[in-house]
């Protein structure tokens, strides 16, 4: 073990990738009462273009062996845990890899590019020491029961709970929402895999039958463009609220009466952790591990190719909005509950102690 008097972590955050779930986590992490027993060190991980390349590479490994280090914490699958964790074996230092994702659940990249990403991550798996998964979808994953010697459980991504029902911003006075408005949100990164085509067309529907609904969208994308055409084209830009990225995201969630997600795929969704601990009721995709959030008590689960069902459960929130607000309060208690530091904290602890103990 390092001389420190408390174990030294290094822990990832991915370059440019600020607001996204994994760099949430890992802040959170630190954040944490674990703060008093852990010495947690940021490794920022470059763009794989940066490490593909020997210099690069090099650079990285200097960066990790000079932290000294007693293991590194990290988030994979996909690239970032292969070079990561190739690092990791390089130097002899023990590695634990959360897994929040597989680059076989990717939708809009070719059957090659997929295979060769697929290699890349059973190699993050020969190399990482020990690695767990962010939900129990995951840890169900077929392909794991390979490196079941490795294998932790299944721990939750630490959700930092906020008991806050207010906000310095006023959203809907500042946008011109009426008073008898209903504002849904979404955030996250704006493209198709998260099921932006399909909202976007409910949502028209929906306004053009009820003048109350009102959706804002908090985040940036390669279809934001083309989805601010579609409302456009509609004419309907009153209807939709595009604020792009936002650091202060809770500040956010707070302003709306409901949360939505349409995403095709997803292992757990801190978006949808964060938003019910903001106290919004949800609908989301019955998709991955999102039922592990979301129930009948806490919101809606929908097939995001089901645009009927869709539109029939923005509908009935806007409705039930007394409903709404007691699986807002549900759903609050749930992330509370199951996704807290009370819960969440002592199972990292304990699979940091086992690296340490394997040390």
Known sequence: MNNCTKPVVLITFTENGDNGGPNNSHRNIIRSKLGKLYNFVPLIVPRARTLLSKKGFSNFCNTIINSKPDFVHFSGLQLEGYFVSKACKKLGIPSLMTIRGSSRD???????????????????????????????????????????????????????????????????????????????????????????????????????????????????????????????????????????????????????????????????????????SASLPVIASNVGGIPEIVNKETGILVDPYNMEQIIDSINWLMENRDKGIIMGLNGASTVMKRFGEESVCPNIDKAYRIILNKK
């Not at 890349?120 to 990482?128: G, I, M, R, S």
């Not at 990164?189 to 067309?201: A, E, P, S, T």
């Open 106 to 276: 990717a939708l809009n990249i070719s059957f090659i590019k997929k295979m060769v990403l697929c290699y890349f991550e059973k190699k993050a798996l020969n190399f990482c020491t020990f690695f767990y998964s962010n939900s129990v979808y995951v840890s169900n994953w077929r392909f794991l029961r390979k490196y079941k010697n490795k294998s932790l459980g299944c721990i939750y991504n630490l959700c930092s709970y906020s008991n806050r029902t207010s906000s310095l911003l006023d959203i809907k006075k500042m946008y011109g929402v009426p008073e008898n408005g209903y504002l849904f949100v979404s955030t996250g990164r704006i493209i198709k895999d998260k099921g932006y085509d399909v909202l976007v067309n409910a949502c028209c529907s929906i306004c053009k039958e009820n003048n109350d609904f009102y959706l804002l969208v908090v985040g940036d994308g390669d279809y934001k463009v083309e989805m601010e055409k579609i409302v456009a084209k509609n004419k309907l830009e009153k209807h939709f609220i595009f604020v792009g990225y936002q650091r202060n995201v809770f500040d956010y969630l707070v302003c709306c009466d409901a949360y939505i997600s349409l995403t095709l795929h997803e292992t757990l969704g801190n978006s949808i952790i964060e938003a019910c």
